[in-house]
Nanobody, 116 residues
């Protein structure tokens, strides 16, 4: 079992920035993928960005050039730097982990609200 705890959400004006962090309860060395998903009211949960154990990143088209994902294996954390936020980025953001056995874990979510 792995527990994921997100932090850094909040309210920001359009054009502003937020930094989300996700701390894992155990080592993430060898974890296949860590990433962030988001879910807006009435919509499905969609991938925002993820990063593999080798450092390969993938981003949703809507956030490319604005968001940056990184992971720190020594600190068991994954971070999402979000810049140039728009109201369309408003959602609950969930940290996600998939280990070498394809077991999947989710955090409890953190609210991001961008006002216009």
């Amino acid at each position: 079992q792995v527990r994921l705890v997100e932090s850094g959400g909040g309210l920001v004006q359009a054009g502003g920035s937020l930094r989300l962090s996700c701390a894992a309860s155990r080592s993430i060395y060898g974890v296949r993928v860590m990433g962030w998903y988001r879910q807006a009211p009435g919509k499905q949960r969609d991938l925002v960005a993820d990063i593999t154990s080798g450092g390969t990143t993938d981003y949703a088209d809507s956030v490319k050039g604005r968001f940056t994902i990184s992971r720190d294996n020594a600190k068991n954390t994954v971070t999402l730097q979000m810049n140039s936020l728009t109201p369309e980025d408003t959602a609950v953001y969930y940290c996600h982990l998939r280990n070498a056995y394809d077991n999947t874990y989710w955090g409890q979510g953190t609210q991001v609200t961008v006002s216009s």
